[in-house]
């Protein structure tokens, strides 16, 4: 995997507003928040997607983000907000190693805009991507 910035930040090589760490996570504001308190947290592990996440890590995030979601809600005093983890440039991923974006969501107007074009999933469909994922995990 390239070097990305944030694996300068795990090495303290560049600054960062540290909210949390351990063993395996670390959690900081992101320098150009979409709303007060957008805080990321990442593995220390240097993957790029989620998809290549050890579940090691995946664990260790899975423990610890309920908790510094809390501590946003209670910082700001927002109780509404957005996980957002985006994979791959088509999904808006600009660094690349795996994070997780806290966004507190004060209002319709701030925080995290989704785009959420639905449509009624077709029966032939449904039948078709339960096997194919499924069949994909065995
Ligand atoms: P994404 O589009 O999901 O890859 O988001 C990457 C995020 O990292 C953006 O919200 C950036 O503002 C944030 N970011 C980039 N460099 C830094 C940095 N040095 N310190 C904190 N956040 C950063």
Not at 74 to 96: D, K, M
Request: net charge negative; hydrophobic share 45%.
């Amino acid at each position: 995997m390239a070097e990305t910035i944030f694996s300068k930040i795990i090495r303290g090589e560049v600054p960062c507003h540290k909210v949390y760490e351990d063993d395996l996570v670390l959690a900081f504001l992101d320098i150009h928040p979409i709303a007060p308190g957008h805080t990321l947290v990442i593995p220390k592990e240097p993957a790029a997607t989620l998809d290549a996440l050890s579940e090691t890590s995946a664990a260790a995030l899975g423990r610890v983000l309920p908790k510094l979601c809390r501590a946003v809600q209670r910082a700001t005093g927002i109780q509404a907000y957005n996980v957002l983890q985006n994979n791959g440039s088509e999904a808006h991923q600009a660094v690349f190693h795996v994070h997780f974006h806290i966004i507190p969501k004060p209002n319709s107007d701030q925080g995290l805009g989704v785009g959420w074009p639905a449509a009624p999933l077709a029966a032939p469909d449904a039948d078709r991507w339960r096997d194919a994922i499924a069949r994909a995990l065995a």
